[in-house]
């Protein structure tokens, strides 16, 4: 549940945090305005002198008796100069003449005269517009008389069709202050109703971001965190390779998750997130009885796997003495260095790394697994980021900072793009550049490939590996390959090899981008296709006319007409989105899950 709280959580304070700086904005707006220049005071002519009530006017009943219809009310009062009754019933205000006892009807001319009598200064009157109703009287339910003025403050003066007595002043001033309070009150229609459902849904959003605010920080903190690490019991932390191999055995604090307790022993696990339950990377398996799986656990791993007792090392706490299971073996606890022999930028943002490790790589380093690039602390200027002249054009359009900075070192994991066989036991890393653009948002480019992206031909560099599970099944079964961006990695990799070695089965090969300009190795798989007769490459570009996404593509093109699927394998490597409307293409077609195989780079 804590992960999907946490996204429900962050798209709902985005939500209300716009709000809130609506209101606050509109508020301050509100401040900011001058309240006589609001109101209209300096257009508003001084109240007359109050007359003397005649004493030949006709008796309030013989008013009542001129009236259409049966008055709730009567008052008397003036029309200009001439005094009047008012009778007010269900139907409307109806005006009386208090001298001779006949309805006065409120016309253009009365209204005219009305409004230059109320109004002060140098606008000249527009000809008197009559509406039933108008937004900026919304408080008087009297149809009304508009008269503009042409004034420096855009003046209207609004009289009442059935009163004939002025309602409102309105000048530019308000009109901006109405703007401001629509905005702060949220009613965008009537511009009234401060208890509108907008306002309650964003006060019982906030209430609701609070709330579960309070549950996400009670629920990120545990009590031995509090107590200091040499005061608690000591457990016992038995490591094991996949195979059964005993590899050590390390001292834990009682409370301390597994990755914590590893690294305080000099084994780090794969990781891309430090341990922030955000990557998924540092899985293990729990040897004897793993437990509940956490909603971390849920979000990261398939339900095979956590059937089997696999978990993530950064949520899973040491209560007792255990035993695990790691992927990796002596590679956890190993570093290499290599020097960066070779770079080139096959694509504007995506770069071809060549090292050359001190000790040559070995059968370990299978197309497919990943190495943990550890990224140095760096403060690095823009111009360090080097690209060729063909490519200047793409990068003078990256909102870049100055100066590039990374303050803690971190560990960033990159995929083989070629056997190391094939590259006489160098390795080939392919990274794809993050200018720091993630869901629309700005962030900072990203730590490791913008530390990638600054290296030289011989520069040195250190890793950890080989890690990852994402390899060829070996079996000789139709192969479909399934790519985007730096997905072009361990596929092209996998299909080196796996045609270097003689295999005969169908293979396929769908890789997505904008447009060829994009799209890495051109040349490498139209040279493969030639050569092998089981192979076919499948570039799709989205970024052209009537583009067309990867998965769209191989669904039209091939999945719907493939007459047996079930005997086919699936490998799948790219962004996200990209990944999972593959997955659940595949699941639609009913191809079972142990016949896909992927690599999300845990991003």
Same mark, same amino acid.
């Given at each position: 549940?804590?992960? #999907? ?36 005071? *300096? ?10 009530? *005649? ?13 259409? #219809? ?468 499948? *570039? ?64």
């Amino acid at each position: 549940m804590t992960p #999907w709280l946490r996204r429900l959580h962050r798209w709902i304070g985005v939500l209300v945090g716009l709000q809130f700086l609506v209101w606050l904005g509109s508020g301050l707006g509100m401040s900011l305005l001058d309240p006589d220049r609001i109101a209209g005071t *300096p257009q508003r002519a001084a109240p007359a002198a109050p007359l003397a009530w *005649p004493a030949d006017t006709v008796s309030p009943a013989d008013a009542l008796r001129a009236a259409r #219809w049966p008055a709730a009310t009567l008052d008397s009062g003036w029309l200009l100069q001439t005094p009047v009754y008012r009778l007010q019933s269900a139907e409307g205000t109806e005006v009386i003449d208090a001298r001779d006892g006949r309805r006065i009807t409120i016309d253009p001319v009365i209204a005219l005269r009305v409004a230059q009598a109320a109004y002060r200064g140098q606008g000249v009157p527009a000809v008197p517009v009559h509406l039933a109703h108008s937004l900026e009287t919304r408080s008087h339910p009297d149809p009304v008389w508009r008269v503009d003025f042409g004034d420096a403050q855009d003046t209207t003066v609004y009289v009442s069709a059935d009163s004939g007595q002025v309602l409102e002043h309105r000048t530019a001033t308000w009109r901006l202050f109405d703007v401001f309070w629509m905005l702060h009150i949220m009613d965008y229609a009537a511009r009234a109703n401060f208890n509108n459902p907008l306002v309650v849904g964003m006060g019982l959003g906030g209430l609701w971001m609070a709330l579960t605010g309070a549950w996400l920080l009670l629920a990120s903190v545990r009590l031995h965190e509090f107590v200091p690490h040499r005061w608690r019991s000591r457990r016992q932390l038995a490591v094991f390779a996949p195979g059964g191999t005993h590899l050590r055995t390390v001292a834990a604090a009682q409370g301390d998750s597994v990755y914590l307790a590893l690294a305080r022993e000099g084994v780090n696990l794969p990781s891309n997130c430090g341990g922030g339950q955000s990557c998924g990377l540092c899985e293990v398996r729990v040897r004897g009885q793993a437990g509940t799986p956490s909603a971390a656990d849920r979000a990261h791993l398939a339900g095979s796997r956590l059937k089997v007792g696999c978990r993530l090392a950064c949520n899973l706490q040491v209560e007792a003495d255990m035993e695990i299971e790691v992927a990796g073996g002596a590679s956890l606890w190993t570093e290499h260095e290599a020097t960066v022999e070779r770079i080139e930028a096959v694509t504007p943002f995506l770069r071809e790394i060549h090292l050359r490790p001190d000790h040559a790589a070995d059968a370990l380093y299978q197309p497919g697994c990943y190495l943990q690039l550890h990224v140095p602390e760096y403060e690095l200027p823009r111009s360090a980021l080097w690209h060729p002249d063909e490519h200047r054009q793409d990068w003078a359009s990256l909102a870049l900072p100055e100066t590039l900075h990374n303050k803690t070192a971190v560990r960033r994991s990159y995929s083989l793009a070629m056997p190391v066989a094939a590259e006489a036991g160098r390795l080939v890393l392919l990274a794809r550049f993050s200018p720091g653009w993630q869901q629309g948002k700005r962030h900072p480019p990203g730590k490791g490939s913008s530390y990638l992206y600054s290296l030289r031909p011989g520069d040195r560099v250190r890793y950890s590996g080989p890690f990852g599970d994402f390899a060829l099944s070996g079996v000789s079964r139709e192969k479909i390959f399934i790519g985007a961006g730096a997905g072009m990695a361990p596929l092209r990799a996998m299909i080196e090899h796996r045609l270097s070695e003689g295999g005969q089965e169908r293979i396929h090969y769908w890789y997505g981008a904008r447009s060829d300009r994009d799209c890495p190795y051109m040349a490498q798989m139209q040279a493969l296709q030639a050569a092998h007769a089981n192979f076919s490459w499948h *570039p799709v570009w989205s970024g052209q006319g009537t583009g067309r996404r990867v998965h769209d593509a191989i669904h039209e093109d091939l999945l719907q007409r493939h007459p047996d699927l079930s005997g086919c394998e699936f490998y799948l490597c790219g962004p996200p989105p990209m990944l999972a409307a593959t997955r659940q293409l595949l699941q639609r077609l009913g191809v079972t899950e142990e016949r896909i195989a992927y690599d999300d780079f845990k991003i």
